[in-house]
C-alpha cells in the first residue's frame, strides 16, 4: 500500500502507524489500535488506513511438505 500511496500523485503526504486509538467497549473492554498509515489528499482531507492482518484474512491454507 506504501508504494501505491506514494505512487499516486492525489496524495501529498504519508506517515506509518501515526498513532494510537484507544476506546472502551460497549462491554466495558479497553482497546487500543494503531491504524497503519495516515495520508492527506491535495485536496486537504486526511484518511487513516488500516490493512487487515495475514490472519484476519480468509486464504486457503497451506499444507506441510511432506
Do not use: C, E, I, K
Not at 502507524?17 to 482531507?45: E, I, K, S
Amino acid at each position: 500500500m506504501l508504494m501505491a500511496l506514494d505512487a499516486d500523485p492525489d496524495v501529498t503526504a504519508v506517515a506509518s502507524q501515526p498513532m494510537w486509538l484507544h476506546w472502551v467497549t460497549q462491554a466495558g473492554n479497553r482497546v487500543r489500535h494503531a491504524p497503519d498509515f495516515f495520508y492527506r489528499r491535495a485536496d486537504g482531507t486526511g484518511v487513516l488506513a488500516s490493512l487487515p492482518r495475514n490472519r484476519d484474512l480468509d486464504l486457503p491454507r497451506r499444507h506441510p511438505p511432506r
